[in-house]
């Protein structure tokens, strides 16, 4: 039987990336970002790009949309060659979609009029992004309570499929979702206290800035061939710090918008893992430091432990608790 490949997920800034560079040093790994900001050029502080190699980073021009199934296509490609070459593949990193689309599938979803889209955005133009996410409330709540107000991709392609097909997209997913494969071990790592989540949100959010987080923007913002409606543009920090170049927020604005826009990524995120099947829990310390591996939903904390799906065996989670001892 061949050895399943990690998956190891989690909230940003609850350490995956300390851990699984840990990890590769320690059994003989390759890891696989996860990251639909990092596969952009340019996007490095803003990013929290590694030092550590990873895969799948900075393979992409920022003013070229990469798509959850581009990245299924590569991360399959680079799992073969990492075994090819006698490694184990660790897949590590935050974006659920992608993480969805590699293990899961994506949703048999026909394609969708150019047009339609176009409508969307040009609607939105006059009107906002919180007035279509009211209009996506009426035809698909299940998908719009899941969905920041400004959240323009998701709205953008909620709405589409619905205006497309007539049928809302929760109902494509509910139709189409499959159980998460087993040729993967996930995993999701979280501080046990919220606060400290909280914390390190905001720590590396001044780090960022202290590093040169609006420089690292303006850069893109100078080249010319970009602009905000680019998924690029949309990650968290750099479209605030757009924003600020565009003259519509002042810095300290700014600031406050990313750390409240982090902060929702971090929700979304936990909300994706409650509902994740076959996922092991790993909570930490303020340190970093394991505190436990759950092995129940009832061993959960309060805050997290509603609709989680846990399970506490695998050749993973046995090498992960191994690993974190000796933190």
């Not at 070229?64 to 006698?86: E, L, M, N, V, W």
């Not at 709205?155 to 979702?177: D, F, K």
């Not at 968290?236 to 924003?243: E, L, N, P, T």
Request: a negative charge; hydrophobic letters at 40%; glycine letters at 8%.
């Amino acid at each position: 039987m061949t050895e399943p490949i990690l998956a190891l997920m989690g909230p940003t800034a609850s350490g995956k990336s300390a851990l699984a560079e840990r990890l590769a040093e320690t059994f003989n790994a390759e890891l696989i970002s996860v990251d639909s900001a990092l596969v952009y050029r340019g996007l490095s502080i803003g990013a929290a790009k590694p030092d550590y190699p990873h895969h799948l980073v900075h393979i992409r021009e920022p003013h070229d949309p990469y798509t959850a199934a581009d990245f299924a296509s590569d991360a399959k490609q680079c799992i073969d060659d990492i075994r090819g070459r006698g490694r184990h593949p660790i897949l590590v990193g935050g974006s659920m979609l992608y993480f969805r689309a590699l293990i899961q599938g994506l949703d048999d979803i026909p394609a969708i009029d150019p047009g339609i889209r176009a409508d969307i955005e040009a609607e939105a133009k006059r009107s906002g992004w919180p007035v279509l996410h009211q209009q996506l409330t009426e035809v698909d709540p299940e998908t719009a309570n899941r969905l920041h107000p400004n959240h323009s991709q998701r709205i953008c392609r909620a709405l589409e499929v619905y205006r497309g097909t007539g049928t809302p997209l929760s109902e494509w997913q509910q139709g189409n979702r499959a159980p998460a494969s087993g040729n993967y071990e996930c995993i999701a790592l979280c501080p046990e206290d919220r606060a400290v989540l909280h914390a390190r949100i905001a720590s590396r959010l001044d780090a960022m800035f202290d590093r040169g987080l609006v420089a690292e923007v303006t850069r893109l913002y100078q080249q010319g061939d970009l602009h905000a409606d680019l998924p690029a543009i949309r990650a968290v920090g750099y479209r605030q710090v757009w924003s600020h170049l565009e003259g519509e927020i002042d810095l300290a604005t700014c600031r406050e918008k990313v750390l409240a826009a982090t902060r929702q990524l971090a929700k979304r995120q936990l909300t994706w893992l409650r509902g994740w099947p076959d996922l092991t829990w790993i909570w930490t310390g303020a340190e970093g430091e394991l505190v436990r591996g759950a092995d129940s939903a009832a061993d959960a904390p309060d805050s997290l432990a509603d609709g989680l799906s846990v399970s506490a065996e695998g050749i993973w989670f046995a090498r992960l608790q191994e690993l974190m001892r000796n933190f």
